[in-house]
T-cell receptor, first 111, second 113 residues
C-alpha cells in the first residue's frame, strides 16, 4: 500500500465546472496536509495547506480534511483551462518538514 | 520577497562523476528540504536540514549527501553518479517550525550520460 494515494487521472472537466481531487494517506499520525499544483516542466507550487478536520477555503479552492477516514480532498470551483495541471497531495508528520507525496492527479479543463 | 533559488538549472554529467547542487532558501526561512522527482517514482524525499543539522533523511543510498550553512543555504552532493540519478532535484524551504508550508525552487535538471 502506498503511503499517499491519488488517482492518476486524467480528470477531465468542462470550463466552469467543479473539479474534485482526492487523496488518501496511510500514516495516522500525519498532521500537515498540502496541495501543490505542478505545470508541465515547472516546479510544484503550493496552493493549499490544511491541518484540522473540516473545510478550508481560499478563493476558488477548498481543501477538505477528514483524519478519521485518512482522506483529504481539493475542490476547484469555476474551473478554468489555466487550472489544467498535475495536482500533488503531500502529507507530513508533526515537527518535521519531511513530506510524502502522492503521484499526482492530472486535471484537464476543456473550454 | 525572493523565492527559493536553485543553481544550476541544468547539468549534464557522465557516470561515475560527482555533482553539487545549491539551494538558497526564502529570506528568513531556516529549513531546507531536498526532493528527487522522476517520471517513474514521482517526488521522493531526500533529506531535511534545520539550523545546519540534518533533521530527517529519506531512503536513498549514502552517495547522496547534503549540508546546510549558517546562512541557511544548502548544498546537495551526489557522488559516483549512476544513470538512474537522472532526475529533477527540487529544494524547498520553510520557516522551520516543522510541518509548515514549504515552497519549492525551480529545480535542477540533472542528466547522466
Amino acid at each position: 500500500q502506498k503511503e499517499v494515494e491519488q488517482n492518476s487521472g486524467p480528470l477531465s472537466v468542462p470550463e466552469g465546472a467543479i473539479a474534485s481531487l482526492n487523496c488518501t494517506y496511510s500514516d495516522r499520525v500525519s498532521q500537515s496536509f498540502f496541495w501543490y499544483r505542478q505545470y508541465s516542466g515547472k516546479s510544484p507550487e503550493l496552493i493549499m495547506s490544511i491541518y484540522s478536520n473540516g473545510d478550508k477555503e481560499d478563493g476558488r479552492f477548498t481543501a477538505q480534511l477528514n483524519k478519521a477516514s485518512q482522506y483529504v480532498s481539493l475542490l476547484i470551483r469555476d474551473s478554468q483551462p489555466s487550472d489544467s495541471a498535475t495536482y500533488l497531495c503531500a502529507v507530513g508528520p508533526r515537527n518535521t518538514d519531511k513530506l510524502i507525496f502522492g503521484t499526482g492527479t492530472r486535471l484537464q479543463v476543456f473550454p | 520577497k525572493a523565492g527559493v533559488t536553485q543553481t544550476p538549472r541544468y547539468l549534464i554529467k557522465t557516470r561515475g562523476q560527482q555533482v553539487t547542487l545549491s539551494c538558497s532558501p526564502i529570506s528568513g526561512h531556516r529549513s531546507v528540504s531536498w526532493y528527487q522527482q522522476t517520471p517513474g517514482q514521482g517526488l521522493q524525499f531526500l533529506f531535511e536540514y534545520f539550523s545546519e543539522t540534518q533533521r530527517n533523511k529519506g531512503n536513498f543510498p549514502g552517495r547522496f549527501s547534503g549540508r546546510q550553512f549558517s546562512n541557511s543555504r544548502s548544498e546537495m552532493n551526489v557522488s559516483t553518479l549512476e544513470l538512474g540519478d537522472s532526475a529533477l532535484y527540487l529544494c524547498a524551504s520553510s520557516a522551520g517550525q516543522g510541518g509548515g508550508p514549504q515552497h519549492f525552487g525551480d529545480g535542477t535538471r540533472l542528466s547522466i550520460l
